[in-house]
């Protein structure tokens, strides 16, 4: 399977602290994509980074691909408790389905 | 103006019962995609169409299935429902038909309980 596996599985930091995020897939890649997930709510889209890209900034947000060790990583600098939500990494496979694979996400904590 | 929207929001429903989950986006995307996520938050592809087409179709149990009467809609039917079909679902809808390349909109969920 091809499905993301993100790490650590719960993180909690105090606010103004940075928050970093992992994320290791299987197969090659075309994409990789990281979301959001407040608490009850639908996933909302960060940022989307190509094969062929190393790293990408949007705001507080900084994400990092790795493609020889089939990796990423999300940085969040500066957290507030609005940060406080589900991460997931999405990737679709080079070949086969067309398919976006998402892992089981980072559960953030922020504490005021 | 919600992008993308689900009808209902809390679905609690019987075993054995036949029920229908809505999904509208008016962004006039080209795909749209019904995910489950269970209770440990893991997100599963089941379906999507692109253009009324579908063009994924995931091992999900054909008492699923989803019906798109337009491009905007992508309703998902479900019949004779299982305690094992208790999830939340969750619809999106893309630009384009290839998943990797553009960003998924997200609705807000629905959350079904089978009793």
């Known amino acids: 399977s091809q499905q993301g596996e993100e790490d650590p599985q719960a993180l909690s930091i105090q606010e103004g602290e940075n928050a970093t995020m992992n994320c290791s897939y299987k197969?090659?890649?075309?994409?990789l994509q990281w979301y959001r997930q407040n608490s009850g709510r639908g996933l909302v889209h960060l940022i989307l980074?190509?094969?062929?890209?190393r790293e990408k900034h949007s705001g507080r947000l900084r994400v990092t691909l790795d493609t020889s060790k089939k990796s990423s990583s999300l940085l969040i600098t500066a957290s507030r408790a609005a940060d406080t939500a589900s991460y997931f990494c999405?990737?679709?496979?080079?070949?086969?389905?067309?398919?976006?694979?998402f892992g089981t996400g980072t559960r953030l904590t922020v504490i005021p | 103006d919600t992008a993308v929207s689900q009808t209902p929001k809390y679905l609690v429903t019987q075993m054995g019962n036949d029920k229908s989950i809505k999904c509208e986006q008016n962004?006039?995307?080209?795909?749209m995609y019904w995910y489950k996520q269970d209770s440990k938050k893991f997100l599963k592809i089941m379906f999507s169409?692109?253009?009324?087409?579908?063009?994924i179709n995931e091992t999900v149990p054909n008492r699923f299935s989803p019906k798109s009467p337009d491009k905007a809609h992508l309703n998902l039917h479900i019949n004779s429902l299982e305690l094992g079909d208790s999830a939340v679902y969750f619809c999106?809808?893309?630009?384009?038909?290839?998943?990797?390349?553009?960003?998924?909109?997200f609705g807000p969920g629905t959350r079904l309980t089978v009793t």
């Open positions: 999106a809808s893309s630009q384009g038909g290839l998943a990797g390349i553009y960003e998924q909109y």
């Open positions: 197969t090659s890649i075309n994409n």
């Open positions: 980074i190509r094969s062929n890209e």
């Open positions: 999405a990737t679709d496979a080079i070949t086969g389905a067309n398919n976006l694979f």
């Open positions: 962004l006039g995307h080209d795909t």
């Open positions: 169409y692109n253009n009324k087409e579908l063009i």
